[in-house]
């Protein structure tokens, strides 16, 4: 006796077939990034502390999650890049690799002041499948982050950060979302 196929209720729609090869990749990846999306909301829970390093860019605070630092180096020479983006510091040296060296206001598109001094320290981050350094001024500390004390960056004057930060602290300290800003087109081709 041959099987029917099953009756879908009522109120559901059948799922529609994408009618081009394009269309059909370009459903499949949107269907993976809702996936990989639940499964990175649900590796760090919106109320778990976490600890991040404070830091300064000129007279600019910023942080990061500790979950996205490799190192810190110090006093590391970077050699600028002729006709390179502004957001593009430089290159420096890297375990015996040449890693790229950004200038962290430029990149997150806010104002450079005129006197900003030379940044003497990088931090280096995982950015997509190879490693890169924020220029930045001064080390502060690593400072415990509630997620639920964090104040949207448009609250705190900043909107011009739009997604690249997680939030502001009490003290006006930006947590940088270092996942969002790995997005950036300068990111693309690493």
């Known amino acids: 006796?041959?099987?029917?196929?099953?009756?879908?209720?009522?109120n559901s729609t059948p799922p529609v077939a994408p009618a081009?090869?394009?269309?059909r990749r370009e459903h499949v990846l949107r269907e993976r990034a809702a996936r990989y999306?639940?499964?990175?909301?649900?590796?760090?829970p919106q109320g778990a502390e976490f600890e991040a390093l404070q830091f300064t860019v000129g007279t600019s605070r910023f942080a990061v999650?500790?979950?996205?630092l490799e190192e810190v180096r110090t006093a590391v020479p970077v050699a600028p890049i002729p006709g390179a983006p502004a957001e593009l510091a430089g290159v420096f040296s890297l375990?015996?690799?040449l890693a790229l060296a950004l200038d962290l206001l430029r990149l997150l598109g806010l104002a450079v002041p005129a006197d900003l001094p030379a940044c003497r320290h990088l931090l280096v981050l995982r950015a997509r499948a190879s490693s890169v350094g924020l220029a930045i001024?001064?080390?502060?500390?690593?400072?415990r982050v509630a997620p639920a004390a964090l104040h949207p960056p448009t609250e705190a004057g900043l909107a011009a950060l739009g997604?690249?930060?997680?939030g502001v602290t009490?003290?006006?300290?930006v947590l940088l979302d270092w996942r969002q800003i790995c997005r950036l087109p300068i990111f693309q081709s690493l």
């Open 95 to 97: 375990r015996g690799e």
């Open 170 to 173: 009490t003290d006006g300290v």
């Open 65 to 68: 999650p500790l979950s996205v």
């Open 37 to 44: 999306a639940g499964r990175q909301r649900a590796a760090q």
């Open 137 to 143: 001024s001064e080390l502060k500390a690593v400072r």
């Open 1 to 10: 006796m041959p099987t029917s196929p099953p009756i879908a209720p009522a």
């Open 163 to 166: 997604s690249h930060a997680l």
């Open 20 to 23: 081009t090869e394009a269309q």
